[in-house]
């Protein structure tokens, strides 16, 4: 199976700050990862495919980017509501599994 | 709008059966594999597996193999996912969620996850 590792386990910023998260995996999956946020008591939200295209409604201050095996999810200026726990998936055809990586908790500072 | 909606909250002993259901709204359900997805207390997300509503197929991760099944209705636009002789660590919420897959010159590409059910809890204790 394809692992996914994601860095920081915990992020702490604060409003109006620029911050990434990386996502790493075990093997290529070309650019097949999407990214999601969860909120508590949540399901979670969509917010990345295909790597780097934007889900239609997600604010343009998030964006994605990476192939192969290094992907970063970023948010351009931390508003109040973005503070949650973001994963990333992976879902290469080549793969029989689906695989997220363990999460970002991304709290106040 | 696309929609998907579990059943509610159960709480079951150990070794006992629990069968979620996940009613899919908004689209031609047979279109769509849908996944299985679960979130023990505090913790990440774990793949269970998938089912393709149109032919009923499955793949089940490696872990619930022997354990799970799923199956869908297609009248009701229904997918269920049954996990037997539950453990306490099976205490978790269980998400159902829609493959944005598509067909290419007869190979099916995996897609992302969207949109997902409410989750269903299912508690496991004695």
């Known amino acids: 199976d394809i692992q996914m590792t994601q860095s920081p386990s915990t992020l702490s910023a604060s409003v109006g700050d620029r911050v990434t998260i990386t996502c790493r995996a075990s093997?290529?999956?070309?650019?097949?990862l999407a990214w999601y946020q969860q909120k508590p008591g949540k399901a979670p939200k969509l917010l990345i495919y295909?790597?780097?295209s934007l889900e239609s409604g997600v604010p343009s201050r998030f964006s994605g980017s990476g192939s192969g095996t290094e992907f970063t999810l970023t948010i351009s200026s931390l508003q109040p509501d973005d503070f949650a726990t973001y994963y990333c998936?992976?879902?290469?055809?080549?793969?029989?599994?689906?695989?997220f990586g363990q999460g970002t908790r991304l709290e106040i500072k | 709008q696309v929609q998907l909606v579990q059943s509610g909250a159960e709480v079951k002993k150990p070794g006992a059966s629990v069968k979620v259901s996940c009613k899919a709204s908004g689209y031609t359900f047979t279109g769509y594999y849908m996944h299985w997805v679960r979130q023990a207390p505090g913790q990440g997300l774990e793949w269970m597996g998938w089912i393709n509503p149109n032919s009923g197929g499955t793949n089940y991760a490696q872990k619930f193999q022997g354990r799970v099944t799923m199956t869908r209705d297609t009248s009701i636009s229904t997918a269920y996912m049954e996990l037997s002789r539950l453990r306490s660590d099976d205490t978790a919420v269980y998400y159902c969620?829609?493959?944005?897959?598509?067909?290419?010159?007869?190979?099916?590409?995996?897609?992302?996850?969207?949109?997902w059910g409410q989750g269903t809890l299912v508690t496991v204790s004695s």
């Open positions: 295909k790597a780097s």
């Open positions: 093997q290529s999956i070309s650019s097949w």
């Open positions: 969620a829609r493959e944005m897959g598509s067909y290419s010159s007869g190979w099916y590409q995996r897609g992302w996850f969207d949109p």
């Open positions: 998936q992976q879902y290469n055809s080549y793969s029989p599994s689906i695989t």
